[in-house]
Structure formats: C-alpha cells, structure tokens
C-alpha cells in the first residue's frame, strides 16, 4: 500500500511538472505572437511615416474647425463615416498647396462599417457663404484662406463634420495615372475636340508630351489625357466636368486595388510629394488598413436643385433653389439619414441666399 502510495504521488508530481511546463511554453508562444504583432504594427507605422514625410503637411487640429450646432439626430448619423474633403487646385504652379482656386471639390464619405465610398461634388461655382457672411463662388474659400476656411465653408453650408482634407494638383494626377498604367474612358466626338485641345495646355503645366485621343468606348488614356478630360467644362459645363472628375477617380480606384504591393509603393513614392493634407500617419494607417473592404457606392453633384444666373457684380453663379432642401437631400444621400434636420445655420443661409437672389 505504501508504494502504491509512493508511486501515485509520484505520477501526480510528474502530471503537474508537465502541466506546468506547457502552460510557461503556451505563455512564451504567446509572448512571441505579441512582439511580432507589435514589430509589424511597429513596421507598418514607420513605412507610413517615412511616406507621410514626403508629403506637404499643413497642421489642422478638429477644435480649430468651425461647425455648425447639430442636432443628436444629425450628430448620430454622422458618427459611422469618415468624411474628407477633396480639392483638386487649378494652380498653374505646381506644389503650392496653401492659396488657388479649388475647382474641384468633392467630399468623400466612407462608410465605417461597409466600406461603401461614396462622392458628391459641389459645383465650384455654387453661391454659398465662403466665410463671415461672404457669399461667392464656393471655389474662392480655399483662395482666401487655404484648406481650412474651404473645409469651413462646406461645414458651415452643407452642416457636416469635415476636420481633415487632402489637396492636389494637375501634376499629381497625371503622374498618379500614369503610374497605374493609364485607365479606359468612354469619350464622345465633342468631349474628344475639347480634350485634345486641354492637352496642349496640361502638357505645358505638367512638363509632359502627350498627344491625341479619339472619340470611342474604352479609350486606354495615359495622365494628361485623363486630367485634360477632366477639365473638361463646354460640354454639359462644370455639371457634367465634375461628373467626369468622379469617373477619372472612381477608374483610378478600381485599377489601383488590382495593383500590386510594388507598384503601389512606386505609386506612393512618386505621388505623395505632390499631395497636401492633414490626415495625421495614424489616421491614414487606419484608412490604408482597411483598404480590402472598400469599394465604390453611387456619386453625385451638388447643389441637386439648381439655377444659372448672374448675381449682380459677381457674375454667373450655380444657385442652390431652397438650400436647406438641397442640404436635407445631401444627407440622405451620403448617410441614409432619414432623421436629419438642418440647423439654424443652414436655415438662415437659406434664408439670405433667397433674399439676396430670388430662389
């Protein structure tokens, strides 16, 4: 009895040495699994820094934007997108992103948890306030007072909650096109004549040596001539420009998650230099994180109902009929916002735009 005692206490001796030793390798296999995580999290951040130093940054904290006074209801339907402003700058100079007329602007709104993108322009000749009771073309906010009084103006006018922006020029879309290789557009003989006569000038500004396209379905394009197609404004005018923006971009998109981990890196390398924003390298980490998932929802133009006149000194202008419809409508677009209601801001802007023109 007493060996077999021995021998039961001996086996449980040896049981818990084992249990032991596979619960210190289980904690060290896990240790491990840490510290790599952490070395790639650690790696990935110091690949986006040395990019994001390539970049031209101008410093944009959210409590220095102003916003309107939203409702719970609006504020709540905001909460599952990231919103950023695109202005593409029609400065004849490259690289100076801080002044120039943003004649294309476009906010983007990413759905956080579908990864639905989706776009809507405001047409660059919109009256609205661009800043202390100015009322212009909304393309004059980011020439009077650079990235963050345009932010502001769309803030202010649309009630969103946009803090961060990113700006770029003829340059950075050409050279950005043709790294992917060029895109396919569809081209009509009259979008064709324009074009063509758009590329003299955007060779001349982007120090490239395009020639011609023809009208056609799925013209292969290299980057001055998709920038130039861009530009393009007599036909349809800027309604029909920005729709062909939002087409140039959307085909970038869709050929750029077909590329590969190299020539997206050239695509970076190349490409950065020339953009400006306020996204800081954690904010674009997270986007770049979850890039698998994103894909292309519907775009539009904005204001949807719209009048061409001219408004006394200031000349032609796109006139939003009723603004605070055309706000409502704009939420239930980009965030299926059926609960939205416009603030006192929209209101009164609404108000003053229809005093000041008629509609």
């Not at 961060?164 to 879309?173: E, G, H, N, P, T």
């Not at 001539?225 to 404004?233: E, F, G, P």
């Not at 869709?254 to 590969?260: L, N, P, R």
Request: proline share 2%; aromatic share 8%.
């Amino acid at each position: 009895m007493a060996r077999d005692r021995r021998d039961y206490e001996a086996n449980t001796r040896n049981k818990k040495r084992k249990t032991t030793r596979r619960k210190r390798q289980k904690r060290k296999v896990i240790l491990v699994i840490l510290v790599v995580l952490l070395a790639l999290v650690a790696l990935a951040f110091a690949f986006v820094w040395n990019k994001y130093g390539k970049m031209g940054i101008i410093n944009i904290r959210d409590k220095d934007v102003k916003m309107n006074d939203l409702s719970a209801d609006t504020m709540k339907g905001l909460e599952g997108y990231e919103n950023i402003a695109l202005f593409g700058l029609d400065n004849r100079s490259t690289g100076n992103f801080e002044s120039g007329n943003s004649d294309t602007i476009i906010v983007v709104s990413i759905n956080k948890k579908s990864g639905e993108i989706k776009m809507a322009s405001v047409y660059r000749d919109t009256y609205l306030d661009i800043g202390e009771n100015k009322f212009r073309k909304a393309n004059a906010a980011y020439a009077n007072g650079g990235p963050k009084q345009a932010i502001e103006m769309l803030n202010k006018n649309l009630d969103l909650n946009i803090t961060d922006y990113v700006s770029v020029d003829f340059s950075a879309l050409v050279d950005a096109i043709d790294l992917l290789g060029g895109i396919e557009l569809d081209i009509t003989p009259e979008e064709a004549k324009w074009l063509n006569g758009y590329v003299i000038e955007t060779n001349e500004v982007t120090g490239h040596n395009s020639g011609s396209v023809s009208a056609g379905e799925n013209v292969h394009v290299d980057g001055v001539q998709a920038t130039s197609y861009a530009r393009i404004r007599y036909v349809g005018l800027d309604y029909q420009r920005t729709e062909r923006q939002r087409i140039v971009i959307t085909k970038m998109f869709e050929k750029a998650k077909g590329c590969d981990l190299l020539t997206l890196n050239s695509l970076m390398d190349e490409l950065l230099p020339q953009i400006s924003t306020s996204l800081s390298p954690t904010e674009m980490l997270g986007l770049a994180a979850n890039v698998a998932k994103y894909h292309m929802g519907e775009n539009t133009g904005f204001p949807f109902e719209k009048e061409s006149h001219d408004v006394g000194s200031l000349g032609d202008m796109v006139i939003p009929i009723n603004l605070e419809q055309n706000v409502i409508q704009l939420h239930q677009f980009l965030y299926t916002n059926e609960s939205y209601t416009p603030s006192e801001t929209v209101k009164n802007l609404s108000a003053t735009i229809r005093s000041n023109t008629g509609y």
